[in-house]
Structure formats: structure tokens, C-alpha cells
């Protein structure tokens, strides 16, 4: 089947699935305009490495800051966009009760700006990530019609004050929003302040693992391929709407996480307990079947073959890989 390529502006593309979304769309023959502020949050050699990785002639990227609403405006001024995917975002669930202020102005301003951008220019789609933090408290499986007022993160608030914001676009100005709320996503090249990347590079290093609580909380793990597909199948029109990316499985605990990852290193890790962080979610578990019944998407790669691929990939980038910073 051929495809006709169009214009996609992805925000973030130095970001851990922003840069495996814009590699798909490559793959599918399209054109992509990659932004991203390379702020040293975590290793900026990784971020590097991952916009590297996407270098072909229908590639273009800026170095610029969704924040800055000059510079949004002349991205859309230089390009005609088919939509846009708006996956930029100050995403660390802890280091938002650090620095809550750039959480505000990176996930709400920066959205807003992009918003506007498009708004002026006719531009009606958004894909907005989102995440899965917002569902804490409520009963599971998740299913995204739970009322999602009670954020335990200034990272989860800030990224439902931009789902709330898109909504009132969409009202507005009949602008088509697909919010996608991410389930805790793992995979090679991974974000090095997340406990997989991290719990590879301390086993395989024998240091000892950090572990918040007592490793019995535990999350609807999804492979980072898995949810680009998923971003990319919400750019059908859709009017609003959200849509949990997850695994659809039961919850794995950090420890068995522990022992799939010793199995895989063939290396015994060492623990540190540190005291539950009060921004966490206890456990998450997706309920899929709305992505599934408008969008198509189930996931396909399971936790084994998923953290394999983290495995293989640190191991085989190494002695980059086990030089990364982290944060
Ligand atoms: C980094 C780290 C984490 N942990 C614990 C803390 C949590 O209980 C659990 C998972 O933490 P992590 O930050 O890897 O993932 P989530 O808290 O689920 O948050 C992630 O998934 C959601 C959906 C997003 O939207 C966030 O952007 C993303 O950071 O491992 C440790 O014990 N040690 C560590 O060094």
C-alpha cells in the first residue's frame, strides 16, 4: 500500500518515545520536524544518540524550546503541518517536587504555544502525551473515564491541567485532540531517572540498586515500540479524546523486575532501601480496550522479550551505555 507522505511536527525528538515515534513515521515514508531543548535533565549524550539515529533527508531538527513562543511561531511559519505530536514534557514522577515551577511552564505553556501555533494556522491536529500518574487512587484496571482529580505529583497535575487545556481548544476551535496516557514505558535507550535503565546499569555494574519502598509496587509495564505505534494510530480524527498506552497486564513488582534483569545479567543485585516517595503511584494496571476498539492498537512485546531488548541494547553499547549520567 502506498502512503502519502505528510508533515509531522514531533516535540521532544530527542526524548526517549518521541525519538521512537518520529523514527516510525520516517519509516512510513513521511516527513518529520523534530524540536527539542536538549536540557541536561539526564545525559544529554543520550539524547544525542537517539536524534543520530533518526538522520535521513525527510529529517529536519531544531534545537529550540516549546516554552518560547517566538520560536514555535517560526517553526510553523517555515512548514505546513499535518499535525502535531506533542510528546516534549518534563516527565520525572520525583524531580517534579524539585522543580515543579518548569513542569508548569514546559507541559502547560509549552502545549498552549503549540496550541495557538496550530489554531492560527489551521492546523487541527494534536497528539498529546499524557500519562498514567493521573489515575492514582483510583480503582483498577484504569479505564479513562475515571474522574482524574486528585494528582500526588506536580508532574501529574501539570499534565492534566494540558489535557484540560486541549479540551478547551478542542471546544473552542474545533481543534482534534488524541491525549494518550502513557503506562510506565520501557525500552532500549531508555530514561536513565527511570528504575529499569537504571536497575540494568547498577546490577551489571554491582552497585547497589536504589529501591524506593520495599520493591512490592508495581507497574503495567509497556515496550516503548509498542507505544509509538499507539501514538502514531491516535492521529485518526477523533474529535477529544483519551486513550490509556499499556501494557493490559497484571502488575509486575519492581522485585520480580529485580530477578528478570539478574536472570538476564547473570549478576545478583545489591539493594539500598530509601523511604517510599510520596509523589509515587503504588501500582498501575491499564485498561486498553478503548485504544483497541477505536485505534486498532493492542500491544505485542512482552516484559521478558522487552527487557531483553534493554539488556542487549546496554550491553552491546557499552562503554558508552554504562557511562551515561544518571540523574
Ligand atoms: C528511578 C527509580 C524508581 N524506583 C521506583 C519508584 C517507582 O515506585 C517505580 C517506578 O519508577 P519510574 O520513575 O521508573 O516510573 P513511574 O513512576 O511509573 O513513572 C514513569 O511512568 C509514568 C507513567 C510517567 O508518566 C513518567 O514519565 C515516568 O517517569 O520504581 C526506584 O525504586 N528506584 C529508582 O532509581
Not at 30 to 59: A, E, I
Not at 95 to 103: C, F
Request: contains cysteine; glycine residues 6%.
Amino acid at each position: 500500500m502506498t502512503i502519502q507522505p505528510k508533515n509531522y511536527l514531533v516535540t521532544g525528538c530527542a526524548g526517549f518515545i518521541a525519538s521512537r515515534v518520529a523514527a516510525m513515521l520516517l519509516e512510513q515514508g513521511h516527513h518529520v520536524v523534530g524540536v527539542d531543548n536538549m536540557n541536561d535533565y539526564y545525559d544529554v549524550s543520550l539524547k544525542q544518540h537517539r536524534v543520530d539515529q533518526l538522520k535521513c533527508d525527510r529529517f529536519t531538527s531544531h534545537t529550540m524550546d516549546i516554552e518560547n513562543e517566538a520560536e514555535v511561531e517560526s517553526i510553523f511559519d517555515a512548514t505546513k503541518f499535518d499535525a502535531v505530536l506533542n510528546l516534549a514534557a518534563r516527565a520525572g514522577v520525583r524531580y517534579s517536587m524539585e522543580n515543579p515551577r518548569v513542569y508548569m511552564t514546559t507541559n502547560l505553556l509549552g502545549t498552549l504555544n503549540l496550541l495557538e501555533s496550530m489554531r492560527k494556522r489551521n492546523v487541527s491536529k494534536m497528539v498529546l502525551a499524557s500519562t498514567s500518574s493521573l489515575y492514582a487512587g483510583q480503582p483498577m484496571p484504569f479505564d479513562e473515564s475515571l474522574p482524574v482529580n486528585t494528582p500526588i505529583s506536580s508532574y501529574a497535575a501539570s499534565k492534566k491541567a494540558a489535557e484540560m487545556l486541549a479540551h478547551s481548544h478542542h471546544h473552542l476551535y474545533e481543534m482534534d485532540i488524541s491525549v494518550c496516557r502513557y503506562f510506565t514505558v520501557y525500552g532500549p535507550a531508555g530514561r536513565p531517572d527511570m528504575c529499569i535503565f537504571r536497575f540494568i546499569h547498577w546490577i551489571a555494574q554491582g552497585e547497589p540498586i536504589e529501591l524506593f519502598g520495599d520493591g512490592t509496587q508495581s507497574r503495567d509495564f509497556t515496550y516503548v515500540d509498542d507505544i509509538a505505534r499507539g501514538t502514531i494510530a491516535a492521529l485518526k480524527p477523533v474529535g477529544f479524546d483519551i486513550f490509556n498506552l499499556g501494557g493490559g497486564n497484571d502488575p509486575v513488582s519492581l522485585l520480580e523486575v529485580i530477578a528478570k534483569l539478574e536472570a538476564l545479567l547473570g549478576k545478583k543485585a545489591k539493594l539500598t532501601h530509601r523511604e517510599f516517595h510520596k509523589a509515587d503511584i503504588v501500582t498501575t494496571q491499564a485498561n486498553v480496550s478503548k485504544a483497541k476498539t477505536i485505534l486498532g492498537w493492542k500491544p505485542s512485546v512482552d516484559l521478558d522479550e522487552g527487557l531483553a531488548a534493554c539488556v542487549d541494547w546496554y550491553q552491546k553499547n557499552q562503554p558508552w551505555s554504562a557511562n551515561i549520567q544518571l540523574p
